[in-house]
């Protein structure tokens, strides 16, 4: 599995390859990871993702899967914030479609770094197993276990969450989906 993610990356950032070799091995792409086109900066970042670029990968790979219609929009939130961001469009639609939220003062802090217990809360909660509420307590470590649990992301829940980790994290988190 280790080494189909790590093609799945490289996949990604060819766009457009439908096979790649490396070393001895050839692995096959499916076809909806070369359909979208990821920014440079957000594959190759090693130190920590934005919450812009996770509204983005969440939007693209989606939708990419086919799943996005799961997540009907059910409001018309304009974060007051992401007016000059360059993935307002996918911010909005996914704070639209209740992926990601604003925060109570109506801006969605775009550049703001995500940490890898984050995106696992995000998941959670597009689980419906938390509602949209504040979360408090032991629902941080619910989630992680959860996520670990169900190999959706690994290692330490502090950390930043690279590029690479969150594209890795929502598609495990997409076929988790569609395979319950």
Same mark, same amino acid.
């Given at each position: 599995?280790?080494?189909? &993610?790590?093609?799945l990356? *490289?996949?990604?950032?060819s766009?457009?390859v ?10 096959r792409? /499916?076809?909806y990871?070369?359909?979208?086109r &990821? /920014?440079d ?10 919450r812009?670029?996770?509204a983005?990968?969440?939007i693209t ?10 997540? /009907?929009?059910?409001?018309?939130? @304009? /974060?007051? #914030?992401?007016? #000059?961001y ?5 911010i909005?639609?996914?704070? #639209?479609?209740? *992926? ?7 801006n ?10 984050q995106?696992?809360?995000?998941f959670y909660r ?7 509420? #504040?979360i ?7 989630s ?5 649990r ?6 330490e829940?502090?950390?930043? *969450? ?9 598609? @495990?988190?997409? @076929?988790?989906?569609l395979?319950?």
């Open positions: 599995m280790k080494n189909f &993610l790590v093609v990356i *490289l996949a990604t950032a766009c457009g439908p096979v790649i070799t490396k070393s001895v091995r050839t692995y792409v /499916p076809p990871i070369c359909r979208v &990821l /920014p900066s957000v594959l190759a970042q090693s130190s920590g993702i934005s812009g670029e996770v983005y990968i969440l790979r989606f939708n990419a899967m086919g799943i996005l219609n799961l997540f /009907p929009p059910s409001e018309d939130i @304009n /974060p007051e #914030d992401v007016g #000059d360059w993935a307002e469009d996918y909005e639609s996914a704070v #639209d479609r209740k *992926l990601m939220r604003c925060m109570p003062d109506q969605f802090y775009p550049h703001d770094q995500v940490k890898k217990f995106i696992c809360i995000i597009i689980l419906q197993m938390l509602s949209l509420q #504040d408090q307590g032991d629902v941080y470590i619910q992680w276990e959860w996520a670990i169900n190999h959706i992301l690994s290692g829940r502090d950390h930043y *969450l690279t590029g690479p980790e969150c594209i890795q994290a929502t598609m @495990n988190f997409a @076929n988790y989906l395979d319950n």
